[in-house]
């Protein structure tokens, strides 16, 4: 994608610098053979002066290398690095930069470096909403970021939304802000930015506080498990399932446990699980009955074993045992109510 070597371009600008001055962005900025960065601190004692005495000669030397005849013949070669940047979206999120510019690992502290005295970036640090970013476009970058935040208002709490369907969704916050016809990949790119919009294994994003989105433990990896399958599983398969979307392994008997204790899932057969999101309620045979005839009002034998058994996975007797229970009457005409 770049168009020359970073490590050969970085070693050009430092060349006309003091020895002092170059090993001191050099060890900043870890441009040496390690790759390790150090702080003002670190530096500073070695020198045995401030941290501030070390920001300021790090400060003089990237001044030195912009007002230089190298830098000036480097043109063409940050002129390159904008256009990269400006393809992938213009306003990036220094992790998706690092994902798609070096060749090799060892490139990226001197990318980073580049973009820094280049004057063609700017660069956002790290706040509440959003990463650490450069761009090259400041009212563009302006714009994605109104557009994060709205977008993020926008989200309920625990929503998920399919990734096309996410981004189709940003391209109407965007749109409101002026920025138009976009491609879907760039719109990903910029959704990368937010510290509050996030996607889950499956694709699917949402507001990142939510445990169905930041994964954290079995519990999650079983809902979304059963979010995907779409009905009712058996624990065994749930963990199987787990194991076989995420490569993570999960024991049958730590998953059951795992199920009981959360209360998104409802028990509704012998180790059956679904979600209650998909309209089941908590509760035994006998809950169950009581909410059918608190919603459907009373109701025959054959009414109460057909609403229960679209709940619960159970055999026509087990219902029938549950009507003998004193919370339950059988009216003269053969229906059943509650006992008032």
Do not use: C
């Not at 012998?270 to 109701?299: C, F, M, N, Q, S």
């Amino acid at each position: 994608m770049l168009g020359f070597a970073p490590k050969t371009v970085t070693k050009d600008l430092l060349s006309g610098l003091p020895e002092r001055t170059r090993k001191v962005l050099t060890d900043r900025y870890g441009l040496s053979p390690k790759g390790e960065s150090r702080t003002l601190d670190a530096i500073g004692k070695e020198y045995g002066i401030t941290r501030e005495r070390v920001r300021q000669i790090e400060n003089h030397g990237l001044s030195i290398v912009r007002e230089s005849e190298t830098y000036t013949a480097h043109a063409p070669t940050l002129e390159d690095l904008k256009r990269v940047l400006h393809v992938l979206g213009g306003v990036l999120a220094e992790e998706t930069i690092l994902e798609h510019l070096p060749k090799h690992e060892s490139e990226r502290n001197h990318i980073i470096f580049l973009l820094t005295v280049g004057h063609h970036f700017n660069d956002r640090r790290e706040d509440a909403n959003f990463k650490t970013r450069w761009h090259v476009d400041e009212q563009l970058a302006e714009a994605v970021e109104r557009a994060l935040a709205n977008l993020y208002e926008a989200i309920e709490p625990s929503q998920l939304t399919p990734e096309e369907e996410f981004v189709e969704h940003f391209a109407k916050h965007l749109k409101q802000e002026g920025v138009k016809n976009r491609p879907p990949e760039v719109l990903v790119r910029w959704l990368l930015i937010s510290k509050r919009i996030g996607k889950n294994p499956l694709g699917e994003w949402g507001r990142i506080e939510s445990p169905h989105v930041r994964i954290k433990n079995t519990r999650d990896f079983a809902y979304l498990t059963l979010k995907r399958h779409g009905s009712p599983m058996h624990f065994t398969e749930v963990a199987k399932g787990i194991g076989a979307l995420f490569n993570r392994e999960a024991h049958p008997a730590t998953t059951h446990n795992e199920l009981i204790k959360d209360n998104r899932f409802v028990l509704v057969g012998r180790g059956l699980y679904a979600l209650k999101e998909w309209g089941y309620e908590p509760g035994v045979v006998r809950d169950v009955i009581r909410g059918v005839l608190t919603r459907d009002g009373a109701l025959t034998r054959e009414e109460i074993i057909d609403r229960v058994k679209r709940e619960r996975y159970v055999k026509d007797a087990t219902i029938v045992v549950n009507l003998q229970n004193p919370i339950f009457v059988r009216l003269p005409d053969g229906k059943y109510s509650l006992l008032k």
